[in-house]
């Protein structure tokens, strides 16, 4: 994939397939350590070990509509292709962890791309799920969750589009700020 909120997206969207009421997602961006972190948490129907193992394998998935899962093998191979690697942690009805680190200056290093389109699709696409942002910029720190905005919003829907053209661009303003 050529950016990584496109991984991000396709996690999430794994998370959602397997029931998740709550996504945390965070990315930690450390300049002076030359590590981006970018871990998505959630509170599905986790993993077995035996599915955790297999889990980076591209030859093996889960679903029925086709016999290959390459999201978590891409990331896995971005990652260590930047000097980085991808940690599963799972549990069987306790949700999974996934973890990519990358050296945020390796010259193969995806950029982290548009995360205001990817939050967005995501709380479009899924407004009864609790995301919870944060986006750590050394020691800059952006955060967000659907609980604090569902209540600002006074019973108006996160579907709605003047709601999504708001959160779109609170989105871009917050991530500019974090780079400035």
């Known amino acids: 994939m050529r950016e990584i909120a496109l991984h991000i997206l396709d996690i999430v969207q794994n998370s959602l397939a397997a029931g998740a009421r709550n996504i945390w997602i965070d990315i930690l961006e450390d300049t002076p350590k030359d590590r981006l972190v970018v871990r998505i948490k959630d509170d ?5 070990e035996e599915t955790v193992r297999k889990a980076a394998d591209p030859f093996y998935t889960t679903r ?3 016999k290959v899962g390459l999201g978590l093998p891409l990331l896995q191979a971005n990652a260590q292709a930047c000097e980085g ?3 599963i942690a799972s549990m ?10 990358f050296r945020l200056s390796h010259i193969d290093r995806p950029p982290l791309g548009d995360m205001a389109a990817t939050m967005v699709s995501l709380l479009a696409g899924s407004p009864d799920v609790d995301f919870f942002y944060d986006h750590q910029y050394n020691e800059k720190v952006f955060s967000c969750n659907t609980v604090e905005i569902r209540e600002k919003l006074d019973g108006l829907s996160l579907q709605h589009p003047e709601v999504l ?5 609170y989105f871009e303003e917050k991530e500019r700020e974090l780079r400035n």
């Open 165 to 169: 053209g708001w959160l779109r661009e």
């Open 44 to 48: 599905g129907r986790g993993m077995d």
């Open 92 to 101: 069987p009805g306790k949700g999974t962890t996934i973890e990519a680190v």
């Open 64 to 66: 029925k509509t086709r």
């Open 85 to 87: 690697d991808l940690k």
